[in-house]
């Protein structure tokens, strides 16, 4: 076991993560052996909000079990499901282990307009999140595996925050950096998120000449992965369009 | 067990339930007790008609067997699953109890076209419907866990009708009160739909208050629950709007 | 749609159906056409009591909700779950529709033991029982689909009985003739229990010199379906044996 | 077991399967017996590109394993899952059978690029394709279970092509005729095809009459399905609109 | 949320649970609106040490992750998994947190035979255990839920122990009371061990009286519940026995 | 893709597999990077026939369509499944991929009988068998994921032999060897079987001392992985007892 301290997200590693899809980053994060860093379940609410980047803040949830857990709605600004919303600093995205328990919601439009207020940059979850038809309005990454009506106490007890957890199969470390878009969640360990955001961005540029010549009828044989020839070809490609 | 008459649906409480979000309702009723009346498998074919309350039409699907199910389309007007569509009471919902299984469809086009014209509120079950390309463009509430192409009769025998059923995970009773929105279909035993339907319409209206402010700037732990000053401003609020 | 009155259970075909597998019999449904009459989910608990034949009495269980299900052990004896212990034909089994839901266990040793003394020829379910150590002791075939701790009613509510029910994928209708062993457990549409039964035992006799046949060295080729000199060869056995 | 050559499609019927819903075309081959022809997962992607028609071309992905699969992105032209993108032939329909494991994408969008441009006539697969938000937007018919970021190689190994396969629970022979709508796919065998097209095309004109008088206000125990007197008024109804 | 710290299990308590099932004590639990404290996944692998008693010593894994996780043998006394070997106290129960995952196994024979030697109660986990067939003849009660060749660390990362973890969908604090046998494991909160233990030492006591009853013909509805004259019968019954 | 001809099993590589557990050999495995090749679902039938060795000889089966699978008992030589029943070699194991689905039994005892005389050395499935009663008691290796009633026609159409397949979720190319025991099966590629196979013996050998040391009171730390003074000791240990 390996665990090291979070490296901070820098904005230019940040903004390049932003424009890169989480199929690219699989594909790095694979290549430097790291299969398992990708969250299927997961997927955005508002097709507006359906990209988030962010250092992860994380929050447990166990199994309700009466003698610990109240029904009523948590009053306690301490109770971390709660304190969370106020705590998750801005600019990060808060991440909930639900163990994949969809059955009682997490949040709901209130407690997602205070987190956009704050400036999170989004919300991930194996479970699920209520007043959705509302959230899914909102100007706001939320990312859950399904939607539901009643609130989280049913079978949910908040647990402890900043404490590595499992989140859609994946594990999660406070300050791993996330990104999600319409396929997911992938989780980038902190001291790789620099190289593997400026690969990603470089494989995203060869693609996407690679996609125009297929377009205009070339064989994958040639261009993908690309020979001699093309890659020659993408370089003046480049100059003309000044990359 | 207390089994109870059903009561009957007044049209003020119809009107507030048609108002309301079933995550409200599915608060009222956690708060009386009731952890056990959603369904979260059943969604909304139609956007455009993604809500529907009325008193349950109840109908039982068991599995098909070859000594009792013809595979052929049925044409007797006795059979159930045909019968339903004509007996339905105007204003009620049709609740297809399916046990979960979506293979084969139990309604296409033009029963709910049939459904439609006759004035039935909505449908909703835990299996499957087909022609949901059509279904998707009708101006009626259809509920479902899936789409499909087959008819029902390759995995479904329709039973019986006005008995109590089990749907999505919960318990039917010919009676209650139905309330679908894009969240799922809530259950409310009909004695508890007028007080029901009252505290969510108030829950919902101070909601907004709080949403709005959270919206503003305030912290959930002044707003939400909301304390004495909170309260004191959403009485204020009240009355400048003039609700 | 064909419903029919059950067929009373002869004696000689009670004896013959306890002699078959379930595998056998099986075969002789599915050419008829009847591919949809087993049940793969109940298994026995006391391998000493593995087998049960006998006609169906059916009860019906849907989710327990909380205006409905009181949560304590039921008292009244016209309670569905309670009433089946007593009314329960000597001869018939007791099938339960649990949904496939094994949280909740519906019956416990006491309830085993006043079935098998009142000459109750079995139980079977897709759900779960209880006090399961001690039920896989008595002399009595309880087939279910998992054992579990709890009581049945904090999933479960008792509806009603000698209805037709689903119970592990197959619809039953009371009067039904159920046969369990190892393998799980068999509906043989009552009207065709006597030609099934009739035939099972035949097919098992051929099916037993095979086996002996195959033992010696003999190619599935020749003897599985049996040839022509396989079968004049299985009438000298049969004499031979004096069967 | 009958196998037999695959009857090549024809122009009017390639047609007429275009226009008519896999829920039609599974009522007619449930008429002729064939129950087992419909996978329920494959969805598609772009809803502008909702409908595909096609002879199969079929891929089998199995397990990766260490010793035979390499992580790395495949550059052998051989490679099958790389060739099947060059060799499926314009107007077919590209089968990937992934044994329903969605972890890997079988595509993204630079091979779904290709496949356009050769005029392919679709992709279906029972496991998930990548770059979905590009490959939404492509006007080629992309049907999958889910979609995903990683590649295939974290979990498929392509195996080979033009062999019988399993997608989506049913079998599908290279050259079988497949059709996908909203609703999934329907696999025709090529010896049917004509029939089932003229039939379907015949089946939904009915309906679209009785579907415009279940509007106007008629009983489904008139009309659906139709008496005489509906069957009559039909004829009339086809002679005005020229049909 | 109510935490608490735990209550240390008294040697009485301690021998009254080892000897009522964990039936008695949902039921006991139930009663006091305990209704999460099951367990259902694991179950013994030894028929012969089917049944452990003690305090819980929690064990987190989180999912496998390439960065953190070594794929060899883990050799650092430190490293969680090893550690709770060596330090789980004697009379304890090891709970390990697999979140359902059976792929890897936390421990094999060598593991389970040092914590047998430490004077450990017990193993319990969600997950699987590896070298079955030689630990199902260790004289050490393991319960999982199911068994399994590889070792953990190609699905599992151990994390920490003495935390509150889920395992088989119920919330695990340390400290609390476990107790296991054939049907599965019950959480008990250690503040209410006491008086669970007696009042199901209590049940399963009248119980015995009424199954005794029941075998000698009795009808449940005089004897289970008992009225008041079957607990009249009750006392006598257990004065003659000198109970 | 690296395929290659499969290695000839040897005597003494055939007589080492034999005498170790799967949990080593996954063990010997993982550690040369082959994290993929267990089978978790089949499981021996009978106790005492609870483990195999043999090269792979593969089946595989499709889902059954209605226009290819005959629904009758198959009588044709050539039909693959029964056609594999007589031409596995001797000291070869069958292995059928039946894609998890368990509701056809592949084989019965009759079947199993003639695989047993003819000398194969095992049956290996992730579907069911039939007949499971009597196959239990059959002193032959079979390894299937459930049992079940009906044969397999209702829901498989055997396809062919001796192609690569996936079963219980690993790939299988002919003549990989194949291990199973009481926690499943393990495929190993032929090329690598003599090296496992010494090394697993090895393993083993090591770890019994290990294990008798644990018994004695050692402490993991020590011992597990073996330190210096340990691997000294266990040195003296091999000679003393002439190992």
Same mark, same amino acid.
């Given at each position: 076991?390996?665990?090291?301290?979070?490296?901070?997200? $820098? +904005?230019?590693?940040?903004?390049? =993560?932003?424009?890169?899809?989480? *199929?690219? #980053?699989?594909?790095?994060?694979?290549? &430097?052996?790291?299969?398992?860093?990708?969250?299927?379940?997961?997927?955005?609410?508002?097709?507006?909000?359906?990209?988030?980047?962010?250092?992860?803040?994380?929050?447990?949830?166990?199994?309700?079990?009466?003698?610990?857990?109240?029904?009523?709605?948590?009053?306690?600004?301490?109770?971390?499901?709660?304190?969370?919303?106020?705590?998750?600093?801005?600019?990060?995205?808060?991440?909930?282990?639900?163990?994949?328990?969809?059955?009682?919601?997490?949040? $709901? +439009?209130?407690?997602?307009?205070? =987190?956009?207020?704050?400036?999170? *940059?989004? #919300?991930?979850?194996?479970?699920?999140? &209520?007043?959705?038809?509302?959230?899914?309005?909102?100007?706001?990454?939320?990312?859950?595996?399904?939607?539901?009506?009643?609130?989280?106490?049913?079978?949910?007890?908040?647990?402890?925050?900043?404490?590595?957890?499992?989140?859609?199969?994946?594990?999660?470390?406070?300050?791993?950096?996330?990104?999600?878009?319409?396929?997911?969640?992938?989780?980038?360990?902190?001291?790789?998120?620099?190289?593997?955001?400026?690969?990603?961005?470089?494989?995203?540029?060869?693609?996407?000449?690679?996609?125009?010549?297929?377009?205009?009828?070339?064989?994958?044989?040639?261009?993908?992965?690309?020979?001699?020839?093309?890659?020659?070809?993408?370089?003046?490609?480049?100059?003309?369009?000044?990359?």
């Amino acid at each position: 076991m390996k665990f090291y301290d979070p490296k901070p997200l $820098g +904005d230019a590693t940040r903004d390049l =993560l932003g424009q890169v899809a989480t *199929a690219t #980053l699989s594909s790095q994060l694979v290549k &430097r052996g790291l299969r398992s860093t990708y969250m299927q379940t997961p997927r955005p609410l508002n097709p507006k909000a359906a990209r988030f980047v962010g250092p992860a803040y994380t929050v447990r949830m166990v199994p309700a079990r009466e003698d610990i857990t109240e029904l009523a709605f948590p009053t306690d600004p301490d109770f971390p499901q709660r304190k969370v919303i106020e705590t998750t600093p801005p600019g990060h995205v808060a991440v909930f282990d639900c163990r994949g328990d969809t059955r009682g919601g997490i949040v $709901g +439009d209130i407690l997602v307009e205070r =987190l956009r207020v704050r400036g999170v *940059a989004g #919300l991930c979850t194996d479970g699920a999140v &209520r007043d959705s038809a509302a959230v899914a309005e909102q100007d706001f990454p939320v990312f859950c595996a399904d939607v539901t009506a009643p609130y989280s106490m049913i079978v949910h007890q908040a647990l402890d925050d900043q404490q590595p957890i499992a989140c859609g199969g994946v594990t999660v470390l406070p300050g791993d950096i996330m990104v999600g878009d319409i396929e997911g969640v992938i989780v980038i360990p902190s001291p790789l998120a620099d190289e593997v955001a400026a690969d990603a961005a470089d494989q995203e540029h060869l693609e996407s000449y690679i996609f125009e010549k297929v377009g205009e009828g070339g064989s994958i044989n040639d261009l993908y992965p690309p020979g001699e020839a093309a890659l020659a070809d993408y370089e003046r490609w480049k100059k003309e369009r000044g990359d």
